[in-house]
């Protein structure tokens, strides 16, 4: 999340407060949620959404020599506070 802006064209360095990757197990499925925030002008979405992202890449990394069917599906933002954009929340 941190680096998000060393890999997105146009992202600007954020000072993050805050950014937690929780891997929840269930069944043969890896959920991956993050959540960021921010004292700043702008969202941080980029960079929960790239938490996620390099999180389930690694978790990819990990199984490939055990199974070559692994998919990563479902990357999406679930919610959103504040910023110039204002809320969204996925239903």
Known sequence: AKRTHELIPLCHVLPLDHVQVDLTLEGE?????ASTSA????GV???ALTAVS???LAVYDMLKA???????????LLEKTGGKSG???RT
Request: proline residues 0%; hydrophobic residues 50%.
């Open 54 to 56: 390099v999180a389930a």
């Open 39 to 42: 004292f700043a002008r702008t």
């Open 87 to 89: 809320e969204f929340r």
């Open 29 to 33: 499925r890896v959920h991956v949620v």
């Open 66 to 76: 055990v199974e070559k069917r692994i998919e990563i599906d479902g990357v999406r």
């Open 45 to 47: 979405e980029m960079e």
